[in-house]
């Protein structure tokens, strides 16, 4: 019901506010299951993809959008709750990993379409990241589902994250590859270097299809990195600041100690003329 409303209200809003262009719509099949393995550059790329394409699309999401309290935390999790994306614990607890992968192989065998980002998180920076070995091939191998690596573009200028509020005036899309098959593999999902081998394969498409950058390192690490040298960027402009408020400070002292020493130097020689004319006045 939800996901019909947002198809009905959403999609024609994003379609005048944003112009929004998609390529490749045809490789999506019109039935039966598929996985959609996309990068993840910003929030809105939960309402951009699914409000466009033609078919349901149930994607996992992260555990704290549905379990953030306060008011923006129960819309969110309405919001997702009602277009049935399933949570995902990214804490590192097996359980809910398996919960969800569990949850994704439900998704195919109805016939429908499972979105994942293989990356695990948003970009940071707008580059490509490594994907995370684990539920995308699993489910690919498990399932025996097409894999249909997508690319979203520019959504990270429309909506950057941390910023609610989105920008207007820029155009998004959406890049659709080809169906991936990797039946080749049926049966090896236990075996990590096959999950390893399928989740590059996918993230190389997806990597010539939105042209980025690609990184070999986690995006979650990625992450760290930024914010450990940003921390260190703003220590040392605080110590920067520092240095400089008390240069400054210093350069006033001495200057008041001159202007002192210059007011002093004047009584003095005040003093002496005072003195040198008195005996002509006796």
Known sequence: MFYRLMKMIVAPLLRIFFRPWIEGE??????????????HLSFSDSFFFPALI???VTFIAKAEYFNTPGLKGRLTAA?????????????????????AIRSAIAVLDRGELFGVYPEGTRSPD???Y?????GLARVALATGAPVIPVAMIDTEKVQPPGQVIPNFGIRPGIRIGRPLDFSRYHGMENDRFILRSVTDEVMYEIMRL??????????????RQIAEEKKKADAERRAAAKAEKAAEAEKAAEAEKAEKAEKAAGTAQDAG????KEPGSA
């Open 26 to 39: 045809e490789n999506i099949p019109a039935e039966g299951a598929a996985i959609i393995a996309s990068n």
């Open 130 to 134: 490594r994907g995370k070995v684990g």
């Open 273 to 276: 003329t005072s003195e040198q």
């Open 126 to 128: 707008g580059k490509l």
């Open 54 to 56: 033609k078919r349901r």
């Open 210 to 223: 939105s042209g980025q950058e690609y990184v070999d390192i986690y995006a979650t690490a990625a992450k």
């Open 79 to 99: 919001f997702f709750k009602g277009v049935g994306q399933l949570p995902v614990d990214r804490s590192g607890v097996r359980g809910a990993g398996e919960a």
